[in-house]
């Protein structure tokens, strides 16, 4: 009985030690890359507002099986992304899974000159839960990889067509 009783405390210490330490990590994560391209920022916000031609650059996008579109969505089996047009300096774009949670991107683009800054960066907001918090450690490496991959074959294909 008394090794039950111990191993009941230890639990409970142990959880209550790993959510006092998940307090320490922040509840809001954005993960964000950028790219400069040499089109012009109509040329880039043109292609970036056409969710169709996604598929062509955008690494998630490619992943997915069977897409289906709509005028400014794509659907698969987990997953929807609906593209929000705000302006010609950035488009919002949110990510919702079947599973109800839900994440925001935004591209912003800038221009230098004669080369567009396109920056994207996607928004994560946590509850307090140990496991969500402590998952947010990993996203940038996830993540981060895909996001490059995807701006850089953005890249080749506005400077191929321009």
Same mark, same amino acid.
């Given at each position: 009985?008394k ?47 056409e ?22 969505? #794509?659907?698969? =089996?987990?997953? &929807? /992304?609906?593209?929000?047009?705000? $302006? ?6 949110? !990510? ?13 683009? #800038?221009?230098? =000159?004669?080369? &567009? /800054?396109?920056?994207?960066?996607? $928004? ?6 140990? !496991?969500e ?21 953005l ?8």
């Amino acid at each position: 009985m008394k090794i039950l009783k111990l191993i009941i405390i230890s639990a409970v210490v142990l959880f209550l030690l790993v959510t006092a330490i998940s307090f320490l990590l922040p509840s809001k994560v954005r993960i964000s890359r950028a790219v400069n391209i040499s089109v012009p920022v109509a040329s880039v916000y043109k292609r970036l507002e056409e969710i169709k031609d996604w598929g062509l650059w955008n690494e998630y996008i490619k992943a997915l099986p069977e897409k289906r579109f709509s005028r400014n969505s #794509i659907s698969s =089996g987990h997953l &929807t /992304v609906y593209i929000i047009k705000s $302006d010609t300096g950035s488009i919002k774009s949110v !990510w919702r899974r079947n599973n109800g949670t839900m994440f925001t991107g935004m591209f912003h683009l #800038i221009p230098a =000159g004669s080369v &567009t /800054v396109v920056q994207w960066y996607f $928004d994560f907001t946590f509850k307090w839960y140990p !496991w969500e918090k402590f998952s947010s450690i990993i996203y940038d490496k996830q993540l981060g990889p895909q996001m490059e991959q995807s701006l850089l074959n953005l890249k080749r294909l506005l400077e191929k067509a321009e």
